[in-house]
């Protein structure tokens, strides 16, 4: 909506009509840094007028979060009674935000934002429906994990293939003169284009392999693991929110400089495309949309993401990392998010090769509340180390 404002006044004031004039106002419009600015504010402004209303829906609708018995979880189970019937799905609130203040800030029609939006809304239904299940079996158990990762793989691979063969993205198909002119595709360095299927680093000026078109499943895998890793995280109150948040933003800014030519081709040497920037107005309001939820959901939590929340935000963030062309620096940046998925990997292996476990209980944040650590103390500990990964990982843009 502002994007269209903006070149609706352009064009009247190029063609010196006189109600134009006292609109100059609207060329902020044209800038990437206000309307990120206003999407993180509007997200955030929305989930604190609509919060309240979807709380007492869910309420209403008694979709109360499953909690896993005593038999299951033993210990875990007196410290997270509490939480019992507590409302879950409100991911719809930061998905419905997030998209709305796209709609309104961004362009919507940018390859970037719409392949990340339509992933985030793909994997947020998946969610929905695997939330829906628990609800209305009144069980802790949803789809069965075949039938989600079937959906979440199918749902990845078609984002992959869009990314790799949208032109403006990949190149592909793209004329010579787009190319050379800086039109289509990503470029490292000055006039250096690079491949889709080049795999970059910030600490190696040149790109690490060239997958070709293998890059597609790979693509699909850090989709999947992303949206995996940070349901696995959404164990405590605000503990995903949190993180989503420092991870978003420095994504934002990562979209941001990746999207002008001097600060990426010239100074950082990261990949660059021309549309890239536009990404950052969407994950600005992914932001502001964790901010608002997490007003909610901060402990002692009045509200679950679930599922709807926490694979849509996985698949948002996995799809920026691509776009970006730094999926392996969301290994650092989501540094949380790993922790808890590997956490999970190394449990399970440990068990079935050695019989024995290396953690109380995975994933690892309910290790730390049976070492005694209270539920807030869990939480804030890992705000803080998912900050410090994210301001980590910004650094070493330029490293050398």
Known sequence: MLPALYDFWLNAYNDGEAWAVPFR????????????????????????????????????????QPIRTAAEVHKL????????????????????TVLVSTLVCARPFNPF???????????????FCDDYKKVKERKS?????????????????????????KPEISGIGASADAINAGEAGYYLGKGNPIGIGSVCFPLFKEPIINL??????????????????????DGLDGLATGCTISTSLAYALLAYLAGHWFMAAEYLVIPHNLYIGELAVFLMALAGASFGFLWFNCHPAKVFMGDTGSL???????????????????????????????????????????????????PIHHHFELLGWHESQVIIRFWILSIMFALFGLAILKIV
């Not at 997200?43 to 309240?52: D, I, N, Q």
């Not at 189970?77 to 419905?96: C, N, R």
């Not at 790979?218 to 992303?226: C, E, N, P, Q, S």
Request: charged residues 10%.
């Open 77 to 96: 189970a007196e410290l997270h009674g509490g939480k019992l019937g507590t409302p879950t799905m409100g991911g719809v609130l930061i998905l419905g």
């Open 113 to 127: 934002v719409a392949v990340c939006a339509c992933t985030m809304a793909a994997c947020g239904l998946l969610g």
């Open 312 to 362: 849509a935000i996985g698949g948002a963030l996995a799809s920026a990392a691509i776009c970006t062309k730094q999926e392996l620096l969301l290994v650092i940046i989501g540094g949380i998010f790993v922790m808890e998925a590997m956490s999970v990997i190394l449990q399970v292996g440990s068990f079935k090769l050695r019989k024995k476990r290396i953690f109380k209980m995975s």
């Open 25 to 64: 106002f609207l060329n902020l419009f044209q800038y990437i840094t206000f309307r990120a600015a206003s999407a993180g504010l509007l997200a955030f402004v929305l989930s604190l007028v609509f919060g309240p209303r979807v709380i007492r829906k869910l309420i209403s609708l008694k979709v109360g």
């Open 141 to 165: 158990d949803g789809v069965s994990g075949r039938t989600k990762l079937f959906w979440q793989f199918l749902i990845a691979l078609i984002a992959a293939s869009f990314v790799y063969f």
């Open 212 to 233: 070709g078109i293998l890059i597609i499943p790979f693509f699909a895998l850090v989709i999947v693991g992303t949206s995996n890793a940070v349901n696995l995280t």
